[in-house]
Structure formats: structure tokens, C-alpha cells
């Protein structure tokens, strides 16, 4: 059993940067591709990027544009969402996800995700 908590969500102008953390526990996350999700109100949850579980491999939604990054650290257990350039409709709930995984590839569909966070909210105003 895998535990993931998101924290570093909070209220940001349309410009600012945001940081999210997923910690895991329970169970070591090198052998799971990790994903961010979100989730606005009325909306579908979207994948927002992925990681594999060697960090060899990364996926990024169309919207992202090159303004977020995903890493993690295997050794802290910790999957990270550095996000900048943060625009009114990135406001959303922000999910980590984990999905186990042998091989170092990502993988991008919620069916895919076995462990989810409880989420975070980012909300950007303009």
C-alpha cells in the first residue's frame, strides 16, 4: 500500500510560480511511474506530466507549454511539480498519482494510477 500526500498548494497571482510535493510512503516509489493530475471544477481530471520510475522519461499535457517540470528523488521518496508562469485556468485541485511499473517509461492515463493523493489546491487569480 502506497500513501501519497500533496502539499504546496495555495492562492497565487497569473505570473507566479508554485512548487507542489507528493510524498509517499508505505512502500519505496522507484518502481512506480508518478503522474500529476487536476481536476477543475466541472471538468474531466487531466493529466498535467508524468515521470517514470528512474526519472529517464517525462510526459507533459498540451497546455503546459513548457512552463512546468516534474522531478523526483527516489532517495526522499518525493515527486515534485515546479510550475511557473501560472495562468487563471491552471486553477484547479492538483492530484499526485502512482502507477507500478517495470519498465522506465511513463505512463499518462488516470486507469493506469493505482495510488492517489487526497489533493492540493492552486488557485491563480489575474
Known amino acids: 500500500q502506497v500513501q501519497l500526500v500533496e502539499s504546496g498548494g495555495q492562492s497565487v497571482q497569473a505570473g507566479g510560480s508554485l512548487r507542489l510535493s507528493c510524498a509517499g510512503s508505505g512502500r519505496t516509489l522507484n518502481t512506480y511511474s508518478m503522474a500529476w493530475f487536476r481536476q477543475a471544477p466541472g471538468k474531466e481530471r487531466e493529466i498535467v506530466a508524468a515521470?517514470?520510475?528512474?526519472?529517464?522519461?517525462?510526459h507533459y499535457g498540451d497546455f503546459v507549454k513548457g512552463r512546468f517540470t516534474i522531478s523526483r528523488d527516489n532517495a526522499k521518496n518525493t515527486v515534485y511539480l515546479q510550475m511557473n508562469n501560472l495562468e487563471p485556468e491552471d486553477t484547479a485541485v492538483y492530484y499526485c498519482?502512482?502507477?507500478?511499473?517495470?519498465?522506465?517509461?511513463?505512463?499518462?492515463?488516470?486507469?493506469?494510477?493505482?495510488?492517489w493523493g487526497q489533493g492540493t489546491q492552486v488557485t491563480v487569480s489575474s
Open positions: 515521470i517514470s520510475r528512474g526519472g529517464g522519461e517525462t
Open positions: 498519482a502512482a502507477g507500478h511499473m517495470a519498465l522506465d517509461v511513463v505512463l499518462t492515463r488516470p486507469s493506469n494510477y493505482e495510488y
